[in-house]
């Protein structure tokens, strides 16, 4: 027999009635093959959730802040033709259980509250895509993932019980394909070991999908893209991109690493101990290929552009003159890790350190600074991008960095590191 696909479809590519009709064609050229489907949230959903969640600390209930969500997915349940009592009553019941959850705990913290809302876009994306899809004749099964996707309890970056979602995900699947051709079930959210709900991470759905493949020894994972594949630069910022053909799980996890937005860092680990293929494929062209990683990776890549923006650099220095070593160096990175601070590059010279980090929010980097201490004193420069090159060409690096200040470079083996800033911004900076 075939082994299972997973399929990964992300918020844009459901994020109206036109784009789901596309997701069930794509479906429908699989014919009864066995899938996995897991699914973000519609469109924008997630962030209007976090909007949610700020409006209820003015007082009002879920119930009330979400109501204007719940018109949004039910009028695209309309023009879907979808029976809307029915997918009302669903969203109603998940959104009373969020709400139950949140005033029976005695302390719920802002994390673990943010868990119990944010989680309803993938819970109300999957819901009415299940509906749809056995509407139209396919044979679908909705599957709450935290029934088998066990997580630590440390909300919105929950870390996944491996063998027990192994486990449970081997216990479950195969019994629903015995009646179902796929499964439409939700990414990003789990459970903890309290029997609450968890999410992974802003963008974690990409994940899930590599855990389901990795549980289930897939045949492959595809995750459906709004491009045709992994390219060497975001296309909307760079002109000249070109679709790589073929990329090694390594060279993946290099520049997913470096800030690649094209999959969450997370995915490719888990497929590639189990040397399950990943296929990033276009939505809008399913019948074309787009890029496979797999353990065959080109020979040589064409320089690839990754691009981070909003970044600090930061030159911490010691106030006494005194070396910065292993003491300084660890006293940093525990300040960082408090303050849940991202570093993306770093470097040390005789009495300072040079950070560059993701900008966590003014109120987040006073704090970082004052956790430092007073002995050490802090040079800070915003608004910069960082960007990596890999398998980079002089002529290239020249033209990224035209017009622009470099602060920070640095070279390892084929990656290149810059720190830049508009040239005109930063003297005006220095002038004022
Ligand atoms: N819906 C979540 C987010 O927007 C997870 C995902 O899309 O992967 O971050
Ligand atoms: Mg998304």
């Known amino acids: 027999m075939a082994g299972y696909k997973v399929f990964k479809f992300g918020g844009s590519s459901v994020k109206d009635a036109e784009h789901i009709k596309n997701v069930k064609s794509i479906l429908e050229k699989y014919g009864n093959d066995k899938i996995v489907m897991v699914v973000s949230a519609m469109g924008k959903t997630t962030n209007a959730l976090e909007s949610v969640i700020d409006r209820m600390d003015d007082e009002h209930t879920l119930n009330r802040s979400i109501k204007g969500l719940i018109e949004d997915h039910l009028s695209i349940a309309k023009e879907l033709d979808i029976d809307t009592n029915i997918y009302r009553l669903k969203l109603e019941n998940l959104v009373q259980n969020a709400e139950d959850t949140i005033n029976n705990h005695t302390s719920p913290s802002a994390d673990f509250i943010y868990d119990?809302?944010?989680?309803?876009?993938?819970?109300?994306?999957?819901?009415?895509?299940?509906?749809?899809?056995?509407?139209?004749?396919?044979?679908?099964?909705?599957?709450?993932?935290r029934t088998v996707l066990k997580t630590d309890n440390d909300y919105r970056r929950a870390k996944v019980h491996f063998q027990r979602t192994n486990a449970e995900v081997n216990k479950c699947i195969p019994q629903i394909f015995e009646s179902s051709d796929i499964i439409v079930t939700q990414g990003f959210i789990g459970e903890s070991d309290e029997g609450y709900t968890t999410t992974l991470g802003r963008e974690g759905s990409d994940y899930t999908a590599a855990i389901f493949a990795y549980c289930l020894d897939a045949e492959e994972v595809t995750i459906w893209k709004d491009v045709p594949g992994i390219l060497t630069a975001d296309p909307k910022r760079f002109e000249n991109v070109e679709k790589i053909e073929r990329m090694s799980y390594r060279e993946a996890i290099e520049m997913t690493y470096y800030g690649a937005k094209v999959i969450h860092p997370k995915t490719i680990q888990p497929i590639q101990n189990k040397g399950i293929q990943l296929i990033v494929n276009s939505y809008l062209k399913p019948d074309k290929t787009g890029t496979i990683i797999s353990d065959k990776g080109?020979?040589?890549?064409?320089?690839?552009v990754v691009i981070e923006d909003d970044v600090i650099l930061m030159q911490i220095s010691s106030k006494d003159f005194s070396f910065i070593q292993e003491d300084h160096l660890s006293h940093i990175f525990r300040r960082l890790k408090e303050s849940n601070i991202a570093l993306l590059a770093m470097r040390n010279s005789a009495i300072s350190f040079t950070l560059c980090i993701k900008h966590p929010g003014d109120q987040k980097l006073d704090q970082f600074i004052e956790l430092l201490g007073p002995q050490f004193g802090s040079d800070i420069f915003k608004g910069l991008q960082l960007l990596t090159v890999r398998h980079f060409q002089e002529s290239l690096i020249q033209s990224l960095t035209e017009k622009k200040i470099v602060l920070f470079e640095e070279i390892l083996k084929d990656t290149i590191r810059l720190a830049v800033k508009p040239?005109?911004?930063?003297?005006e900076k220095t002038n004022s």
């Open 116 to 145: 119990q809302v944010v989680s309803l876009g993938e819970l109300f994306s999957t819901s009415l895509i299940e509906l749809y899809l056995n509407k139209n004749g396919l044979s679908a099964a909705w599957l709450d993932v």
């Open 298 to 304: 080109l020979l040589n890549y064409p320089p690839i």
């Open 423 to 427: 040239a005109l911004e930063l003297k």
